[in-house]
């Protein structure tokens, strides 16, 4: 049990696209996602939080127009880079949650996506 | 404000050696939770253990046990007998209870190598 995807799991753009990063909650209904971006090496830095229906709580530092969060079902979420740039380029990991007994508190992570802004 | 050390950056070990990665961590609360995660190369992060703030009892899972010591804040994590397959980084993490949304602080992660 709590199995989450994401996809796409690679991705290589062009400076100035858009590119939509979806995370998925395959066997449980996810009431929080999180979304996380890592650089090499280095640990998970979380940048928003969304609950099912509602805005996303960006961390501090983030630019919420430029990655576009939307919780549209108890089973998705996705994360939209806007107009990437190289620096842009990273590893992007979500999480999901959900407030059932047997997983309560604890999140559970996706693959990851990788994307590479050329 | 939370905060999570995890002061190994990088261990290697020669199999079948036991290996112990340590977890400091920092919190007001008198209620939290505390993980442990793996990341095998391949990136993604898998679920190992929780322990929320009222359960000290130690745990064991196979080649893996915890140990938390609430009196000296930390959550440290035996991996016995390594494998070449346990070669990844691991982070410890550590959540306040906030009523379902449940940030977590991350440590550093400790990459672990084990050489065959």
């Known amino acids: 049990g709590a199995v989450v995807s994401q996809h796409p799991s690679r991705v290589i753009c062009k400076s100035g696209t858009s590119v939509k990063i979806e995370c998925r909650s395959l066997?449980?209904?996810?009431?929080?996602m999180f979304w996380y971006r890592q650089f090499p090496k280095k640990s998970l830095m979380l940048m928003a939080t969304?609950?099912?229906?509602?805005?996303?709580?960006?961390e501090q530092g983030v630019e919420k127009d430029k990655f576009l969060i939307n919780h549209a079902s108890l089973t998705l979420s996705t994360l939209t880079v806007t107009s990437a740039h190289p620096e842009d380029s990273s590893f992007y990991i979500c999480?999901?949650?959900?407030?059932?007994?047997?997983?309560?508190?604890?999140?559970?992570f996706g693959p990851g996506t990788r994307l590479l802004v050329l | 404000a939370q905060k999570v050390t995890q002061a190994q950056t990088e261990i290697s070990v020669v199999e079948k050696e036991d290996v112990t990665l340590d977890c400091v961590y920092e919190?007001?609360?008198?209620?939290?939770?505390l993980f442990w995660y793996k990341q095998p190369p391949s990136g993604e992060l898998v679920f190992l253990i929780r322990?929320?703030?009222?359960?000290?009892q130690n745990e064991i899972s196979g080649r893996y046990s915890w140990n938390f010591q609430k009196s000296t804040s930390s959550f440290n994590f035996t991996i016995t007998a390594s494998q070449v397959v346990d070669s990844a980084v691991y982070f410890c993490?550590?959540?306040?209870?906030?009523?379902?949304?449940?940030?977590?602080?991350f440590g550093k992660g400790n990459q672990v190598v084990v050489i065959p």
């Open positions: 999480s999901a949650q959900t407030s059932g007994r047997i997983y309560q508190e604890t999140q559970y």
């Open positions: 066997d449980f209904q996810a009431t929080t």
């Open positions: 969304s609950n099912e229906g509602s805005k996303a709580t960006y």
């Open positions: 919190t007001r609360d008198t209620t939290y939770y």
């Open positions: 322990r929320n703030s009222f359960d000290e």
């Open positions: 993490a550590l959540s306040e209870s906030l009523g379902g949304n449940n940030r977590l602080a």
